[in-house]
């Protein structure tokens, strides 16, 4: 070992030793790992579902697409948007403390996420996954209501423009 790696290793330990340093239990490292696992995987798989939602939604109704488009941009729940945006800033701080992405710019990493989610939203739709989980799945009951509702929304709308 070089000198200055001796110096730096004993200078740790006697901090160590002296209680300036505690050391955290390794369990305290694995329950982070998992959490911040399934927290970067749930998010990720629902701003997916959403895109994919978002263009089906606009896809599937032809002239009426604007009006869906304005219809899903003013029932949107936005404080999600800024829950979004920390949950990524503390995940990428998070994510900094592991030594896999101290390389890594933190705009590589945050556009790196950011196009895997809408590329992924846009393929989801375009190999017509939206469309299975209209007719069957577990989103068929919530789908089948969100249409239902908006076709009386407009038809009154129609009529009242009458």
Known sequence: MSEELKNITNNIME???????????????????IITFFGLISS??????????????????????QYRFDQILSNFPWWTTIFAIISLIIGIWLIRKYDFSYKKKNVTIILGFILAIIITGY???????????????????MMQNYFKGNKIQVQDEYMMNK
């Open 15 to 33: 901090q160590i030793d002296k209680g300036k340093i505690k050391m955290k239990p390794k369990i305290y490292f694995i329950i982070g790992s």
């Open 44 to 65: 990720m798989i629902v701003s997916v579902f959403l895109i994919g939602l978002i263009r089906f939604s606009i896809r599937s109704n032809g002239r009426m697409a």
């Open 123 to 141: 393929t989801i739709d375009a190999i017509g996954l939206n469309d299975t989980l209209l007719h069957r799945g577990p989103m068929q009951g």
